[in-house]
T-cell receptor, first 114, second 111 residues
Framework: AQSVTQLGSHVSVSEGALVLLRCNYSSSVPPYLFWYVQYPNQGLQLLLKYTSAATLVKGINGFEAEFKKSETSFHLTKPSAHMSDAAEYFC????????????FGAGTRLFVKA | NAGVTQTPKFQVLKTGQSMTLQCAQD?????MYWYRQDPGMGLRLIYY???????DKGEVPNGYNVSRLNKREFSLRLESAAPSQTSVYFC??????????FGPGTRLTVL
């Protein structure tokens, strides 16, 4: 069985500050891991994904995430927040053995203060 | 490439009414999905179709039916709408275990 836990339903940072959004997963098979972003009144779009290649994954808009198997974590970071980063972020996991389902976390809403 | 399209964008129903949400993708993906999004609960899978001709229940299938009309189209039907089905509905498609591509969503209110 697979599951995803996102720590913190809301995170607030100042513009220019570090963004850290936390995600822990549980998977009985080697996982594929994803971060998606959702802007207001839009669908989700992919930020980055881990598919068993490099453990440090770089995505769009300056975001990156590191896969840590020992900690079962896949935290999302960005060195310097911009106002345009304000959105909701979802961590997700799927199995890499041909399964068709993706399990999403509950989401973390990021607020960026001027 | 339009990606994933959904109709309608907004809908208001009365309890007991029925409706069908339409979804189409032009990326030649095999798998298609229907999710609902509720505050604080992330996305929950209603039904999915791993390939044309197959459909399977997800986490919250009660009150819904689906049809995979062809490779492009996957519709979601509410036979007798209930207020608990007030939500935002997203359709998505993907190839095997890779990235999902989402439609813009349908905001449904059931009075």
């Amino acid at each position: 069985a697979q599951s995803v836990t996102q720590l913190g339903s809301h995170v607030s940072v100042s513009e220019g500050a570090l963004v850290l959004l936390r995600c822990n997963y549980s998977s009985s098979v080697p996982p594929y891991l994803f971060w998606y972003v959702q802007y207001p009144n839009q669908g989700l779009q992919l930020l980055l994904k881990y598919t068993s290649a490099a453990t440090l994954v770089k995505g769009i808009n300056g975001f990156e995430a590191e896969f840590k198997k020992s900690e079962t974590s896949f935290h999302l970071t960005k060195p310097s927040a911009h106002m345009s980063d304000a959105a909701e972020y979802f961590c997700a996991v799927s199995g890499n053995t041909g399964g068709f389902k993706t399990i999403f976390g509950a989401g973390t809403r990021l607020f960026v203060k001027a | 490439n339009a990606g994933v399209t959904q109709t309608p964008k907004f809908q208001v129903l009365k309890t007991g009414q029925s409706m069908t949400l339409q979804c189409a993708q032009d990326m030649n993906h095999n798998s298609m999905y229907w999710y609902r999004q509720d505050p604080g609960m992330g996305l929950r899978l209603i039904y999915y179709s791993a390939s044309e001709g197959t459909t399977d229940k997800g986490e919250v299938p009660n009150g819904y039916n689906v049809s995979r009309l062809n490779k492009r189209e996957f519709s979601l039907r509410l036979e007798s709408a209930a207020p608990s089905q007030t939500s935002v509905y997203f359709c998505a498609s993907r190839t095997m275990v890779d990235t999902q591509y989402f439609g813009p969503g349908t905001r449904l209110t059931v009075l």
